[in-house]
């Protein structure tokens, strides 16, 4: 499926950055941030991003000179504005004159001025002041050749204990639950006499308030999620009336926890994120590492299910990392490249002129201190410019993948709530990454979902440790196996509903029946200590988790070979319907992964390729047009044989051979 350009008649991969030109007020600096723009392949500034007290240094005092100058610069060069809102840092003379927009602490302090979305979302003071500028930015530059997208505030994060989202989110639980008793039935408050028995007591949970009703703590972070979309609905109500076809939307933080961004995603027209990962030029934690980068992209493309824009990445030294480690020659085209083979349709940095003071004036950016555009990072920009210059036939196009990975906010909030288990690190994500990373490694094109997402598109269901399985997602995945799907599920899965109430008849709860099996205890192994499980004649070391389960209709591939456990089932399959599901009641090494995916592909038919390790193939097009992103994370060359044509330069190719840190493009058909 091809979808339409993000900026409306804009067909092009979008390459640009975060521009801070309020911090310069210099015109002939400001021309020649756009000669150096243009040498660069740079077609898009994101600008306005922390701006308001440039634009409006007094209340009610606007003074928009300096952005219409950069607007109209933009413009004559065919540059397109990602146009920013800038309640994500106020100024400091809001602060001081309503001093109740700041965020209250959990311990019932109150922030003082300073740092970034230090805001209460529910002020009334504050949403009219957002909503006061950003009509003032959209009656001003509705119909500037430059608009190309409205960028909502940055990076939205954080919580707000004031009296205002106290009350609030009392209001919340009385819209979700209608009762006190329906509410205190689904928090089980009876447990250590923590009955309600007025709406008043309620309180959000807090370091020094409840902390051990995990429904009621699940539920503030429902709430959370919630005031973050209705806090962008305020910000975007204004640039909606006024400017209907400019699309909108806020930069993502890929796994970020604080926000479910499969509900915030509806609210956007097109997905963003930022994407700072931590190089180091070996191998051994690169390969790694770049697995999860896929995995974040695949996820933000699958929380709004179409491509999505890479709005922050850092060309070199990202300053804020433990170590601010430059990028070896050719990993920033890499992981620009990685980006737009996983379903971006733009490259851009933070940030374009590298800023002279406060805490990011160390930080990688396209203009570095010495002012022009003659160093080894600049080299590197401009070929990405060159190279996104020859992928117009990649934007829009979507990922052709039939398998599935099911990564849910909701599910992770109750699962590392919850007491018991490894209660250090419950290792839900790096659960996910196991499967994820030998799917990645065997070139399986993979869609990242959530328990409410459609899954018929799909062949292959991988859902590891679903702790919470919500109403109704049982009976679907049930009806998907019967179909013909193919279901992995995992150990810690089943065990509560989204109440968090514990699911009666054992578990894996509503799941039991189409794995055909019943999981009586799990055993937490100490780190160091390890289990093992014979597959296909071979031995494959187990670790952190063994589920000990019952067979109900389903058969053992695999058991135990060690404790007193030695001998149960630790690998299942139930075939039912036209379908099976696969039950793995510890975690793995990734040589069995690797091994047990191989297997899955030749029997569901889902197309594998034969990768040298840290290589990865990533597919964008359809049966019409294909093309094929090889990017090789090792720090050692290696060869592919795939068969197809250079989408630089039209060569014909039957092997391709990529350097250390190198990538390839190609056209299939």
Known sequence: MRFSPVIP??????????????????????????????????NSLSVGIFSWAALEPEEGKFEFGWLDTIMDMMAAQGMKAVLATPSGARPAWLSQKYPEVLRVRDDGRRNLHGGRHNHCLTSPVYREMVQKINTQLAERYKDHPALGAWHISNEYGGECFCPACQEKFRAWLKNKYKTLDALNHAWWTAFWSHTYTDWSQIEAPSSIGETSVHAQKLDWKRFTTDQF???????????????????????????????????????????????????????????????EIAFRHDLMRGVKGRPFFLME?????????????????????????????????????????KSRGSSEKLH???????????????????????????????????????????????????????????????????????????????????DVVNEDSDLSKYDLLVAPMLYMVRSGLGERVRAFVEKGGTLVSTFGSGYVDENDLCYLGGFPGPLKETLGIWCEEIDVLLPGESNEILYHGQRYRL?????????????????????????????????????????VAGRLEDSFMRAFYTDLADETGLEKHELPYGCSIALRGDEKEMYAFLLNFAAEGCKVEISGQDALTGEKLECVELPGHGSKVLKLR
């Open 229 to 291: 979309i209705d806090f962008y609905r305020v910000e975007t109500e204004p640039l909606k009336a006024i400017t209907p076809n400019v699309p909108c939307t806020t930069n993502l933080m890929g796994t970020y926890p604080g926000i479910d961004y499969f509900r915030l995603a509806k609210e956007l027209d097109f997905a963003s994120w930022d994407n700072y990962p931590q190089w180091t030029g070996r191998t051994e934690d690169d390969v790694p590492l770049a697995a």
């Open 543 to 583: 670790f952190d988790y063994a589920e000990q389960l019952h067979l109900q209709g389903a058969r053992s591939l695999a058991e135990y070979r060690r404790e007193f456990y030695a001998g149960n089932p630790a690998l299942t399959v139930n075939e039912l319907g036209k379908g099976r599901a696969y039950f």
């Open 313 to 353: 990445s850092c060309p070199s030294a990202t300053n804020w990392r433990p170590y601010a480690r430059l990028h070896r020659p050719g990993v920033h085209i890499l992981q620009s490249l990685q980006a737009v083979g996983h379903g971006a349709d733009s490259v851009q940095y933070f940030q374009f002129r």
């Open 364 to 446: 990688g950016a396209v203009v570095d201190h010495v002012g022009h555009e003659h160093t080894r990072v600049n080299g590197e920009i401009a070929e990405v410019g060159r190279i996104l210059s020859k992928l117009d036939g990649v934007v829009g196009q979507d990922t052709p993948a039939r398998a599935a990975i099911l990564y849910d906010w909701e599910n992770a909030w109750a699962l590392n709530d919850a007491q018991g288990l490894n209660n250090r690190d419950k290792k839900y994500f790096d659960t996910v990454m196991d499967h994820y990373r030998a799917l990645w490694s065997l070139g399986i094109q993979v």
């Open 9 to 42: 008649g804009f067909a092009h991969m979008v390459h640009g950055g975060d521009y801070n030109p309020d911090q310069w007020m210099d015109l002939n600096i400001w021309k020649e941030d756009m000669r150096i723009a243009k040498a660069m392949g740079i």
